[in-house]
Nanobody, 127 residues
Framework: DVRLVESGGGLAQAGGSLTLSCVVS????????VGWFRQAPGKEREGISC????????YYADFVKGRFTISRDSAQNTVYLQMDSLQPEDTAIYFC????????????????????WGQGTQVTVSS
């Protein structure tokens, strides 16, 4: 079975940093893109960033460019999301996900194309 487990969430002050981890099992890790998403209360889930093949292809949503950095470690089957300059509006549950179709060249922030999801980790940023 495909399994994704997020960790690293918590409470941060505005301007602070957190690093999220997503450990993936049950698939051939290098065959798939991995995406990070978030969902704030009362809002739709939105894409943050995705990565393919050890930084070969990376996309960021405009609202995190310059603040968040995605990376992956194939030896650990893990994808990270380094979040700097956090703001209260970054408060949300953060999820990692894998698409249904393997692709070693491209990834997308379209939530509808992701099949497998972790349980999420809460990030709360205080002002």
């Amino acid at each position: 079975d495909v399994r994704l487990v997020e960790s690293g969430g918590g409470l941060a002050q505005a301007g602070g940093s957190l690093t999220l981890s997503c450990v993936v099992s049950g698939i051939t890790f290098n065959d798939y893109a991995v995406g990070w998403f978030r969902q704030a209360p009362g809002k739709e889930r939105e894409g943050i960033s995705c990565i393919v093949n050890e930084d070969a292809t990376i996309y960021y949503a405009d609202f995190v460019k310059g603040r968040f950095t995605i990376s992956r470690d194939s030896a650990q089957n893990t994808v990270y999301l380094q979040m700097d300059s956090l703001q209260p509006e970054d408060t949300a549950i953060y999820f990692c996900a894998i698409p249904l179709i393997p692709d070693q060249a491209m990834c997308t922030l379209n939530t509808g194309l992701y099949e497998y999801w972790g349980q999420g980790t809460q990030v709360t940023v205080s002002s």
